[in-house]
């Protein structure tokens, strides 16, 4: 492992008397974990006017605090010349299309071939705030879903997309294929998300401690047994838009976490559920993202075609929709 020592340092402000330093710390310092500052109150990397404090001490109004944050970059995450699609690049970030199938970050069962792998190949300089295993990624998209992300060069441009992230000023659009003709054009599901009380590796909108969590969707276009929708989120829940949809009886094509298969028993023609058998991951792609850049405030906007297994079923409905609209089959 090798280290890079960094220094915060924080001022409490009148709002901010009484609180307890661990909370005040995970606040305005939540690009760590909380395992991180607990590591640094223990090791007494944390000072308090000076002073090695105790994870509860009270704080006060004027208040200086130092924060040293080491956090390690695991020597054994290799560079790899995987191919990337890099939609922008400069000297503070970077855009990537991630294609579907890619894993973000290496883990249990994906010590290599990931994204991170790929982005130490092309970029030697990436931000270290993410900690072990995952420099430069400020947010995450699932293995099996597609589409847009920012990576950041340095901790301050990752520090300040963390910050614009969490104040919802990033705007993200999805688009995905859902089973069902959704009743509405359009509309708001406003369910918190949080783990599932049985199964821990789903998230469920029946949580008993789930979390604020808002989804916008509207469609995009009816094919009869599948709707292609849009879907923008205001918060950035795991599995937030797989799980709202599925909420709502439409949970995405190809979900097989979240996916209902008596959907797909319900639909007539085999040729259709041959297509949509295909789809052998989510129907879920990050189509659009917009952000202020940190560095100049330019407002940045970027968009992403549907890949080709999502482009290939959408050509497929549509052309089973006009089939039936000429007497020829089911949509």
């Known amino acids: ?23 005040f710390l995970a606040r305005r310092q939540a690009d760590l974990s ?22 509860a001490t009270r704080l006060r109004r004027g208040d200086e605090i130092l924060v040293e944050i080491i956090a390690p970059v695991a020597a054994g995450v290799q560079p790899e010349d995987i191919p990337l699609r890099i939609v922008y690049e400069d000297a503070f970030l970077l ?24 982005l130490l190949h092309h970029c030697r300089d990436l931000s270290g705030i993410g900690g072990v295993l995952r420099p430069g990624i ?17 901790d301050a441009v990752h520090r300040s ?21 959704m009743p509405d054009d359009e509309g708001v599901v406003d369910l918190p998300v949080g783990r599932h009380p049985v199964d821990r590796k789903k998230m469920s ?26 879907a923008a989120i205001e918060t950035g829940r795991t599995h937030q838009i797989r799980v709202h ?20 028993k319900q639909i007539a023609d085999p040729s259709l559920r041959c297509g949509l058998k295909k789809m052998n991951r989510q129907a879920l792609h990050a189509c659009r993202i917009a ?27 549509a052309g089973r929709r006009a089939g039936a609209r000429d007497g020829e089959g089911e949509p």
């Not at 909380?34 to 994870?55: D, H, T």
């Not at 579907?100 to 991170?116: E, K, Q, S």
Request: charged share 25%.
């Open 1 to 23: 492992m090798t280290e890079h020592p960094s220094v915060s340092r924080f001022l409490v402000e009148a709002e901010e008397s009484g609180e307890r330093l661990d909370v």
């Open 291 to 317: 952000f202020r850049h940190p560095a100049d405030g330019r407002e940045l906007v970027f968009a992403s075609p549907l890949p080709p297994d999502m482009e290939e079923l959408t050509a497929r409905l």
């Open 205 to 230: 909108t029946r949580s008993r401690r789930g979390k604020n969590a808002v989804t916008r969707w509207q469609v995009r276009e009816r094919y009869g047994a599948v709707t292609l929708v849009t």
């Open 34 to 55: 909380r395992s991180q500052i607990a590591k640094a109150l223990a090791a007494g990397r944390v000072l308090v006017n000076g002073k090695a404090p105790k994870a």
């Open 138 to 154: 400020v947010h995450r998209l699932d293995k099996d879903t597609s589409g847009l992300m920012i990576v950041a060069k340095s």
């Open 95 to 118: 855009v990537i299309d991630k294609p579907p199938g890619l894993v973000v970050h290496p883990g249990a069962g994906n010590p290599r071939g990931t994204l991170v792998n790929a």
């Open 161 to 181: 997309l963390a910050d614009d992230f969490r104040a919802r000023r990033v705007e993200k659009t999805y688009l995905a294929l859902v089973y069902g003709d």
């Open 245 to 264: 949809l599925a909420a709502l009886g439409h949970p995405v094509v190809g979900d097989r976490l979240y996916g209902n298969p008596g959907l797909m």
